[in-house]
């Protein structure tokens, strides 16, 4: 079996912005915690096996997760600029706002 190896992993904390529809309250703050999400890094190369079900159609597996996945990002992408253009109490906020997007 192989796996990710450690070069190639990141351990971060997820977060989440809060009170955004509060100009003087708004902040990103953790999302648990003690909770962490294991990551592969961009740019990392992978090697290993995939088992499918004789009948699984790989390419469209991979083709339907990967238009779901643009069109949620699209999405947030949408909603980020609109947060990017109030204007914030916060200016550690704002600048971690525009960072994301």
Request: hydrophobic share 40%; with cysteine.
């Amino acid at each position: 079996m192989n796996s990710v190896i450690e070069k190639n992993r990141e351990l971060r904390n997820l977060v989440k912005a809060q009170y955004v529809d509060q100009v003087e309250e708004a902040v990103f703050a953790p999302f648990f915690n003690n909770v962490g999400v294991e990551m592969v890094k961009a740019g990392s190369v992978l090697k290993g096996e995939l088992c499918l079900e004789d009948d699984e159609d790989f390419k469209a597996i991979l083709k339907s997760a990967n238009k779901a996945t643009k069109k949620k990002v699209k999405q947030m992408f949408g909603y980020l600029e609109k947060l990017t253009k109030i204007q914030y109490k916060s200016e550690d906020f704002s600048k971690e706002l525009s960072g994301v997007v």
